[in-house]
């Protein structure tokens, strides 16, 4: 009996390292399977709802479908995930990532993105993407791939112009006297509303509805979608046009990460961003209109503004940033007069 069951005790011992190691050539297997594959975080601040997280949901399906599974892009929105100063980080340092972020985030290495993105440049969206195609803006993104491996893929995911929404029309700099506009804590916003005339006043977006209806601020600036969204049009029924400041987002990734691409990965890559960016804009062009005419239906009143006077207004704001390249502000005009006569 004691030999019986000695023999079945060897079996099952037998049977159960023949059980552990064709585990162990399933996991090598199924590891060798993963090797090819490139999994990419994709980090953006947009929530799932905004146009631009919208779009970029329909990116990463088309990239991971059109790569065979030799990609895999998993979106991250709301921020879940490292974004702004924190992304660029992670971009800077190599990871397997793509940021989807401010323009003022590529700033911080090379400060001349702030300045194309200046206050009153632009009055149409094509104007910025004219823009960014000059040899300026180009330059920018040369340096910033050969100093801290940033490669920028796009510098023009639009989600709209930002106005006034105020409780009297604005269209010179003159209607702005007196008035206190509520900024959100950045010394650009703070020194374009001083430029325009006005009083800036920090303050978190949540407060404002009560602010004004308080008499503590006198308007707020932002999108048509924000206008109609917070449902300010309760409190404040003029809406001026200034498009003092473009709403835009860059995608960055690490030269490091798309020098381990194939050139077919990053072919698929840059096209599927681009059909992205095409997707947004006309979305968002869209969105913008449809919101215009709610507006209206709720007694608001648009108005055009003085905008040759506005820019001249803001020039100063170029100077008083000190990491801006000086007369980086004639060098912008110089090309937008380029692009207006084309």
Not at 43 to 72: C, H, M, P, W
């Amino acid at each position: 009996m004691k030999k019986f069951l000695s023999i079945l005790l060897v079996l099952a011992m037998t049977l159960s390292l023949a059980a552990c190691g064709g585990n162990d050539t399933s996991d090598a297997g199924a590891s060798a399977g993963n090797e090819d594959k490139k999994v990419i975080t994709v980090s953006t601040k947009f929530v799932d709802d905004e146009q631009t997280a919208i779009s970029l949901k329909k990116v990463v399906e088309a990239i991971n479908e059109r790569s065979e599974g030799s990609l895999e892009l998993q979106l991250f929105t709301g921020g879940v995930l490292p974004i702004g100063k924190d992304g660029m980080e992670q971009i800077v340092q190599g990871s397997d990532w793509i940021l989807v972020e401010g323009i003022n985030f590529l700033g911080d290495y090379v400060p001349d993105y702030n300045a194309v993105t200046g206050p009153f440049l632009y009055q149409t969206f094509d104007e910025f993407f004219a823009m960014m195609q000059t040899p300026l803006v180009q330059n920018l993104n040369q340096q910033i791939e050969d100093e801290y491996g940033v490669k920028v893929l796009s510098l023009d995911w639009v989600f709209g112009f930002r106005s006034m929404m105020t409780n009297k029309p604005i269209t010179t700099p003159e209607d702005m006297r007196g008035l206190n506009i509520r900024v959100p804590t950045s010394q650009l916003y703070t020194y374009t509303i001083e430029a325009m005339g006005g009083n800036p006043v920090s303050m978190p977006y949540y407060d404002t509805y009560a602010a004004i209806q308080q008499g503590v601020i006198d308007g707020v600036e932002g999108s048509i979608m924000t206008y109609y969204g917070t449902q300010q049009y309760e409190n404040v029924k003029e809406y001026s046009l200034t498009n003092h400041l473009l709403g835009v987002s860059a995608v960055s990734i690490s030269t490091k990460l798309w020098d381990e691409l194939t050139e077919e990965q990053q072919t698929i890559i840059v096209e599927e961003f681009e059909k992205g960016r095409d997707d947004n804009l006309a979305e968002t062009i869209k969105l913008e209109e449809e919101y215009a005419e709610l507006l209206k239906a709720e007694g608001v009143t648009f108005h055009e503004v003085d905008a040759p006077a506005f820019l001249e207004a803001a020039e100063p704001v170029f100077g008083r940033f000190e990491r801006w390249t000086p007369g980086i502000y004639d060098e912008i005009v110089e090309e937008l007069n380029k692009i207006r006569q084309q």
